[in-house]
């Protein structure tokens, strides 16, 4: 009986093992692929050209504004000469919080524009889990794993790639 008990102990570990099925996916390779992401990246990149234009003419302004203090500087009176000076000061805040305002816009559009992505791939990776019995899927990207085992691992890319709808090269021998 002892004997037969310390047995079962010894390959339970083994048993476990055998049994953990897991899958890895670079969650990256898959979110660009998509076809809204190009869409979403233009989005980005067109709201951001928009901000550096009104940067640009809030920069043309200031620059316009210093240029005619610096020639006029030694023939105001003091009080016109500190009403400038406070303006420019003014004018350079603002600029530096639209700046800053500029950066927070556009992080949260592109949170709010990858999210829907993000968790499409989330339910298809959950779905892929459950369908084909892993336990979980690791996603490469995140520098959490040295190394994975790809004969103990299953690359999911590409049923995740038609589980989403992107097209999948195929490679002809």
Do not use: W
């Not at 600029?95 to 949260?108: D, G, N, R, V």
Request: proline share 4%; charged share 30%.
């Amino acid at each position: 009986m002892k004997k037969t008990l310390f047995l079962l102990i010894a390959l339970l570990p083994l048993a476990v093992t055998a049994q953990t099925r897991f899958g890895y996916v670079s969650f990256h390779e898959l979110l660009t692929a998509m076809p809204e992401y190009a869409s979403a990246q233009a989005s980005l990149e067109s709201l951001q050209k928009k901000c550096e234009d009104e940067l640009a003419i809030s920069e043309k302004d200031f620059n316009r504004k210093y240029a005619e203090f610096i020639d006029g500087q030694e023939s105001f009176p003091a009080i016109i000469r500190d009403k400038r000076q406070k303006e420019l000061q003014e004018l350079m805040e603002k600029s530096l919080a639209f700046k800053k305002e500029i950066q927070k816009t556009m992080a949260q559009a592109r949170r709010d524009m990858m999210q829907p992505l993000r968790e499409r791939i989330t339910v298809a990776a959950q779905k892929l889990c459950a369908d084909e019995g892993y336990d979980y899927i690791i996603d490469t990207d995140k520098d959490c794993y040295l190394a994975i085992n790809e004969a103990a691992g299953v690359d999911v890319t590409v049923p995740l790639k038609v589980a989403l709808g992107i097209p999948v090269e195929t490679t002809e021998p």
